[in-house]
Structure formats: structure tokens, C-alpha cells
């Protein structure tokens, strides 16, 4: 399998790295299903008192909802690493500082654009 290189705090992004960093997105994955299929296993049921099944059921759907959200943009991350575009932010297009990516494999901003958007948020 041949990688295509981007270029991470003015350094490349090796093909040992996009190894590292696919592993890690593909752990995370797997992690993210996992805690799909645990959440669906405890889901309220019948036999819970009204109160507690709206507010179970309030906590499982975020936690659900949150995992979902995190799957696809692991799995965005994984289709820009097969086009060569991972590592790149999406709003000013420069490089994602790899300490960043070994930390959040699935980012898709570099820190100030991150910042620019949470403070729009």
C-alpha cells in the first residue's frame, strides 16, 4: 500500500505515522461500537418506573449520539488519509500539527481554526 505525504509542522507525515494514526483511528472505532452495542444491551426497560426510564434513557441517547458522531468523523478521517488528504485543516487548509493528530486522530481543524469555531459556536 503506497501513502501519499502531507506535511505536519513543516515536516512530512511519513508513512509510518499514517500507519500509527490509521491504527489508532481504527482502535477508535472499534471502541466506539463496542460502546454502541454495550448501550443498546442497557437500554430502559419496561419494568422501570417512568422517572428513571426518561432519564436513563435521556443519558443513553446522548452517550449514543456522541458515539455516532465520533464514528464518522473517524470515518471521514479514514477516507481523507485514502485521498491523501489527511492532515490538512478544513477551514484554512494548513497543516494539523501531528502532536494534535496523535492525540485526536480524527481532527479535521488545526488549533486557532478549532478555537475560531468553538468561540462561533
Known amino acids: 500500500m503506497s501513502y501519499m505525504y502531507a506535511v505536519v509542522n513543516e515536516a512530512e507525515l511519513g508513512p509510518e505515522d499514517l500507519v500509527a494514526l490509521r491504527a489508532d483511528l481504527h482502535a477508535e472505532r472499534a471502541f466506539r461500537l463496542e460502546q454502541l452495542d454495550d448501550l443498546a444491551g442497557i437500554w430502559p426497560s419496561r419494568d422501570d418506573l417512568p422517572a428513571d426510564k426518561h432519564a436513563r434513557e435521556e443519558v443513553l441517547t446522548a452517550l449514543a449520539t456522541a458515539a455516532r458522531m465520533v464514528l464518522t468523523d473517524v470515518s ?45 459556536s
Open 76 to 120: 471521514a478521517a479514514l477516507r481523507r488519509m485514502d485521498a491523501g488528504q489527511y492532515g490538512c485543516c478544513h477551514l484554512c487548509d494548513r497543516p494539523i500539527p501531528l502532536a494534535c493528530l496523535r492525540i485526536l486522530p480524527h481532527a479535521r481543524y488545526c488549533g486557532p481554526c478549532h478555537q475560531l469555531k468553538e468561540a462561533v
